[in-house]
């Protein structure tokens, strides 16, 4: 009796962390596509092929979660204000650095974080 209940907790589990997975992968493929359409509908931001967004958007959640363990700051646009959008548009600026094809110049960059704010606001990330 006990072994069946090891065993459907070992599946909950393992389940759990399938969703887990999945919810992550969708998270940075819609992030990849809301960096495509603010790409394209933001000027001094270069047009991105999907590849380029989605390492975009990887850059961008690992700068994110290194400006929040470093300086517990939420560098999201609408997370803290005023400091989180303009420290949302800096971590986008920067993100060009380490992405090949990925060109945007400051007014760009915040353009883009008001783009990406909104759309943030409306579609949601959090699937899982």
Known sequence: MADGMENKHM???KNRNDRSWLGIIVRFVVA?????ITSLITPGFSNMGFGTALL?????AVIDYLIQKLFKIDASPFGRGIVGFLLSALVIYLTQFFVPNMEINIFGA???ALIIGIIDAIVPTHVI
């Open 11 to 13: 599946d909950s589990e």
């Open 110 to 112: 915040i353009v883009a």
């Open 32 to 36: 990849a596509i809301v960096l495509m």
């Open 56 to 60: 975009a958007a990887i850059v961008i």
